[in-house]
Structures are given as C-alpha cells and as structure tokens.
C-alpha cells in the first residue's frame, strides 16, 4: 500500500509539473486574438479566425505542426519567455515584446510573396501549409 501511494504522490507531481509548462502557449493565442482579431475590421477574417483557433498557426492534429505563418511567429517568440507566471508578473515588458515581434510577424512575407499583414486585411488567414 506505502508503495502505490508514493507511485500515486509521484504521478501527481508529474501531472502538475507538465500542467505549469503548457500554460505558455495560451499566451500566444491570447495576445494575437487581442491584438489582431478583437481590432480586425475585416468580418471574413474575423470568422475565419475564431473557426480556425489554433490552426492560425499550425495545421493537423499535433501543435507541433506549423504552417509557414506559425513558423514566422515562432521565430520572433520563443515559448519559455512567456511562461505563466512571467505573463503575470511581467505584463508591461511582455507586452511591448509582443508588440515589437508581431509587427515583425506581420510584415514578413509569406511563400507566395505577401505579407501576413496584407493577408489579414484582404480577409484570409495569414499561414498556408507547405505541399
């Protein structure tokens, strides 16, 4: 019985150490809604955004899978700066980083040669998946 409940003691602290170290990505998902999305004049672009959730960025069913939008934004954003507790306790530093980068993001061009921003504004989604 002590070992199953030291097994049990165990899991439990894995479980809760994995759950800290996801909470990094809403922090993208968050910050792109407020700062795109929510002052998107553009309906289709809106719609389409809130259907395509994360698959702004990636595609398929792994987040591991990013389409060439999710690959420019990875570059300008490494996950391990935006853990949970430095969102909270660094908000006005990690806003401005994110500002920064996002206008970087979107004036980066995609494959076919426009840029993410243009994309946006003409209503599609800016991250296409490489055949």
């Known amino acids: 019985m002590k070992k199953f409940a030291v097994v049990l003691a165990i899991a439990a602290v894995a479980f809760i150490g994995t759950a800290e170290k996801a909470q990094a990505i809403p922090a993208f ?23 395509a959730k994360c698959n702004v960025c990636h595609f398929g069913t792994s987040k591991k899978n990013k389409n060439d939008f ?16 430095r969102v909270r306790e660094e908000a ?20 076919a040669g426009k840029t993410y921003q243009s994309l946006i504004e003409g209503g599609s989604l800016p991250g296409t998946v490489e055949k």
């Open 29 to 51: 998902a968050k910050a792109f809604t407020e700062r795109v999305i929510n002052t998107s004049k553009n309906a289709d672009f809106v719609a389409a955004a809130k259907e």
């Open 70 to 85: 999710g690959k420019a934004y990875a570059k300008h954003f490494k996950k391990a700066n935006y853990s949970s507790t």
């Open 92 to 111: 006005a530093a990690v806003k401005k980083e994110f500002d920064e980068g996002l206008k970087k993001v979107l004036a980066e061009k995609n494959p």
